[in-house]
């Protein structure tokens, strides 16, 4: 084969990648801000104590509303946001769920430039994707990369599991939590969330879908209400004569390893030491299950859970309340 027409193919190639990139990053730029956060201790001198931390975010409406990580605003006392064209604006903090991990943020600018949300359920292994950010402190960054894998779980630092994160390996560093990543036709899909330490191309968003789901609450009362049993417990596997027994069809349970006083749990009759296989009609094998079920439409409602003290099968009624 001709080494020129391999050339001239090569940097065709070369050249339409470049091109894609470009046009998310023009198309998106405007709207990436920077997060800088101070300190709630004051030391006695009546203000914030210095920087706390720093990340990204993007606008998403044209009146100021900006989307970023709760992790970087946890704790904050003031809030600064600095725009692409050099504006410096204070920011409140609308709401912040640190169950996903996403935070609001309202500032008082005019000429701002909403990003648009594509469908982070319609993307595929292998798609290019851009990350837009400010690692480091270095405003604007740009690294692209692939769609590695789709529908991870994270831990958030709240304890309880983010579902259906994407995982990329655009290359991410501290400062980039917070902003967006974005398809090659400039649709934002997802908020970069977190990096795994020591590893090479294991980064982290969580998706619009997911974001779009808690939004609402967030605007309206500053936090995503969810329902409590007031429990502590872990994760443990079921002796097959267990299962076999009682007739069930998963091999894992929640042992219940300490209970709140006064709380629902308690309050209904479960005990330490008790075994959670279900709660309603569905079955509970791990703390994950319960959190996926403690949702808002179960506050102040009644749950029925089925334990399994010694040998015993019980069904214990629980008043729902909300975590507070």
Same mark, same amino acid.
């Given at each position: ?6 050339n ?5 190639l ?13 198309l998106v ?8 956060v ?8 009546g ?17 100021g ?5 709760s992790?970087v605003v ?8 600095a725009?692409?064209?050099g ?15 996403? =935070?609001v943020?309202?500032? @008082?600018?005019?000429?701002?430039? *909403?990003?648009?949300?594509? %469908?982070s &359920?319609a993307? !595929? ?5 851009v990350?837009i950010?400010?690692p ?9 990369g692939?769609v ?7 831990r958030?630092?709240s304890?309880?599991l ?25 649709a ?16 982290? =968003?969580?998706?619009?879908? @997911?974001?779009?789901?808690?939004? *609402?609450?967030?605007?309206? %009362?500053? &936090?995503?209400r !969810? ?32 209970l709140?006083t006064?709380?629902p749990?308690?309050?209904a ?27 808002e439409?179960?506050?102040?409602t009644?749950a ?5 003290r010694?040998a015993?099968?019980?069904e ?9």
């Open positions: 084969m001709n080494p020129l027409l391999v001239t193919a090569d940097n065709q070369l050249d339409a990648y470049s091109r894609a990139v470009i046009r998310a990053v023009d730029a405007p709207s990436v801000v920077s997060v800088e101070s300190k709630k201790e004051t030391r006695g001198r203000r914030p104590d210095g920087l706390a931390g720093a990340g990204s975010g993007f606008v998403f409406a044209a009146d509303l900006i989307l970023t990580n992790h946890e704790g904050s006392a003031e809030v600064q946001v725009l692409p064209d504006r410096d604006c204070r920011a409140d903090v609308v709401g912040q769920d640190p169950d996903t991990d996403v =935070a943020l309202r500032i @008082t600018a005019n000429d701002l430039v *909403p990003v648009t949300f594509g %469908d &359920r993307l !595929r292994p292998g798609q290019l994707v990350a950010g400010n480091y402190g270095f405003h604007h960054t740009v690294t692209a692939v590695s894998a789709l529908g991870r779980s994270l958030s630092r304890g309880r983010i579902e259906q994160v994407i995982q990329t390996d655009a290359a991410l560093n501290p400062g980039n939590s917070g902003g967006p990543l974005v398809t090659s036709d400039g934002v899909v997802a908020i970069n969330t977190a990096i795994i330490a020591g590893g090479q191309g294991l980064s982290f =968003a969580v998706p619009v879908s @997911t974001v779009t789901t808690v939004l *609402p609450a967030l605007l309206r %009362d500053g &936090r995503v !969810r329902g409590y049993l007031g429990i502590a417990g872990q994760n443990v596997p079921l002796l097959r004569r267990v299962t076999r027994y009682h007739r069930l069809a998963q091999a894992e349970a929640v042992l219940v390893t300490s709140e006064n709380g749990a308690a309050a009759g479960v005990k330490e030491g008790d075994l959670i296989v279900m709660f309603d009609s569905r079955s509970v094998e791990t703390l994950d299950d319960l959190h996926r079920a403690l949702t439409a179960r506050i102040n009644v029925r859970l089925v334990i399994l010694g015993e099968r019980l214990i009624a629980v008043h729902v309340k909300e975590r507070l």
